[in-house]
């Protein structure tokens, strides 16, 4: 996607640290059949190994009016932060300390929220504007941040 000449990172305190955000994707996924590498940008099937190369996938939570779940892959230790309310247009590398977490979150994946991946390879990228296209697939865009 894109290279930073400044060694783009994650500071001693937590807080982001890069030049710029990458240039801005878009992708869709399959609810839970489909995992996505922020790396290469691929989609990638959960039912061929290797599963354990996705960094996320979307789960659907149909008691919800909205569905969309994010679940990072565990496996590999991905970690997230969950923004509640940030618009993806928002977040940059001044977004200060996010707090990350390998644990799931069953939390609805709105529009306007934004989460923070940090991949098992330690690259960091930022996906929001999830929207549901009802037919089982939902569009999200993401950039990469480190």
């Known amino acids: 996607m894109c290279a930073y000449s400044d060694g783009g990172r994650i ?25 996505f590498d922020l790396e290469t940008g691929s989609v990638l099937s959960l039912d061929v190994p290797p599963p354990a190369a996705s960094d996320f996938s979307f789960a659907d939570n149909s008691a919800r009016p909205n569905p969309i779940v994010l679940f990072q892959n565990q496996a590999t230790g991905t970690q997230i932060a969950f923004l509640n309310g940030t618009p993806f247009d928002s977040v940059g590398c001044s977004v200060g300390t996010p707090t990350f977490t390998i644990d799931l979150i069953d939390s609805p994946f709105d529009f306007d929220d934004t989460i923070i991946i940090r991949t098992a390879d330690g690259n960091v990228f930022k996906v929001g504007k999830a929207t549901n296209n009802g037919n089982n697939t939902v569009t999200f865009s993401y950039a990469r941040l480190l």
């Open 11 to 35: 500071g001693a305190t937590g807080q982001l640290i890069c030049a710029s955000v990458c240039q801005v994707a878009q992708a869709t996924l399959e609810f839970e059949s489909q995992g």
